[in-house]
Nanobody, 116 residues
């Protein structure tokens, strides 16, 4: 079952920007904390950003602070990861997922490629 409809990935040059979106399609995501992680082949997945269920708490990986922002629209069941000043090392498959005690839902992943 597909839990999220994802969009916004693609290829950009260093310094460019992308905005990823994940819309929950199989559940109502308002009660869930939302996470964005990324993975490069051969490396462990790393947590990039997170936002609490009310949007009042956020987390960012040190290397993306000041460049990435995370938001959510509970009325639209959608979360966004806005990425600016992209670097080659940001290249990865990005995953959104929703989590609360005893339940979590994952997106299928969005490819982001930063290259010159």
């Amino acid at each position: 079952q597909v839990h999220f409809v994802e969009s916004g990935g693609g290829s950009v040059r260093p310094g460019g920007a992308l905005k990823l979106a994940c819309t929950a399609s199989s559940f109502t995501f308002a009660p869930y904390d939302i996470y964005w992680s990324r993975q490069v082949p051969g490396k462990e997945r790393e947590l990039v950003a997170a936002i609490g269920s009310f949007g009042d708490r956020t987390y960012f990986l040190d290397s993306v602070k000041g460049r990435f922002s995370v938001s959510r629209d509970n009325t639209q069941n959608t979360t966004y990861l806005e990425m600016n000043s992209l670097r080659i090392e940001d290249t990865a498959v990005y995953y959104c997922y929703a989590k609360k005690p005893g339940r979590e839902y994952w997106g299928q992943g969005i490819q982001v490629t930063v290259s010159s």
